[in-house]
């Protein structure tokens, strides 16, 4: 794929390229086995779902918390929304013991 054919959305948010077109980009993919992927020591799709157990949700933040989080990220060279997840887990689970 080259330049004329991704489109940047890349931003502070940790957005990567992805192609404009993507059912061109599904075409020129190919399939891995869950048996291919074993053999790499990969988890399946499935597996890494069932691992996860998380849901998508909606939730309003201070803008000046989401700030703290877009910058500790940035140092960490981490996603601001993975950081609050792993900050809420963390505290989430201090709060059970």
């Given at each position: 794929m080259n330049d004329t054919q991704v489109n940047n959305i890349w931003d502070e948010d940790g957005?990567?390229?992805?192609?404009?077109d993507v059912d061109a980009a599904l075409e020129q993919s190919i399939f891995v086995s869950e048996n291919e992927l074993r053999?790499?020591?990969?988890?399946s799709p499935g597996e890494v779902e069932k691992y996860?157990?998380?849901r998508r949700i909606t939730?309003?933040?201070q803008n000046e918390t989401i700030e703290r989080f877009k910058a500790a990220a940035k140092k960490q060279g981490t996603r601001y929304q993975t950081l609050i997840s792993s900050t809420l887990d963390a505290y989430s689970n201090q709060l059970i013991k």
């Open positions: 957005y990567e390229d992805a192609p404009i053999e790499l020591g990969m988890p996860l157990k998380k939730i309003m933040l």
